[in-house]
């Protein structure tokens, strides 16, 4: 097997692989290997949605691209929602694992929902917009402008993108046999221009477990709006992530 690192890039609520497409490309041009598959329901997989969808449904979406693709030396990142899905990669898969990148992201512990971290308006508001909607399936998605994007062309190419995400899945619990990160390599990113608020109770946690932290001027879909600026920061965080490991 190869020891290239293979960035493995999750993406989250209402968005699908195609959102990492600049980053893949650049990540590529500087010889890595790099895979951005889409989750159950979301994106082309859109027509699978289905109020049966949990976080287990993605984790082992992810769980079967690694299999079926052979990977390893993965840098993993879990973008917003998807930093449940590493948490649960990394105790399933350590093995494959040299680095996990949580992206803006949720950071749950064994147990909990989404919904029992994020404030508590924001999940009422959440489930009667899904009841609206289509009767609980899902729920539709913000306005570009909630991802920090207001740039005029990439506001409306990511309008043109987003998909409903499922309600389930914020209402399912995520289930570590061991704790989160499992004793890998890990940092936080943190997008602070502007900052996505929802976040505020995740980011305290990393606070509390003393991870290292990384901060990047941009809105939370940095890799949409500043690619530039993210795979610079990739890099720093390789730098002192993975030396730390060897």
Known sequence: MSDKLHF?????SWHGGWIWNDLRIKLIEKGFDVSCPTLTGLGERKHLISKKITIDTFIHDVENHITFHDLENIVLVGHSF???IISGIADRMKSKIKLLIYFDSLILFDGETPFDTLPKQIVR????LSKLYDD????????PDKFGIFDIKQS?????????MPLSSFKSKLTLKNKIGNNLPLCYLKCNNP???????HRKRVEELGWSVYDLNAGHDAMLSNPHETINLFYKILSNELIKDI
Request: aromatic fraction near 8%; avoid cysteine; proline fraction near 8%.
């Open 8 to 12: 493995l890039l999750i993406h989250g």
């Open 156 to 164: 409306k190419y990511l309008k043109s993108k987003l998909t409903p």
């Open 125 to 128: 508001d959440r489930i009667n």
């Open 195 to 201: 900052e996505y608020k929802i976040l505020e109770y």
């Open 82 to 84: 998807a930093g449940s």
């Open 136 to 143: 609980g399936i899902s729920i539709p998605a913000p306005s």
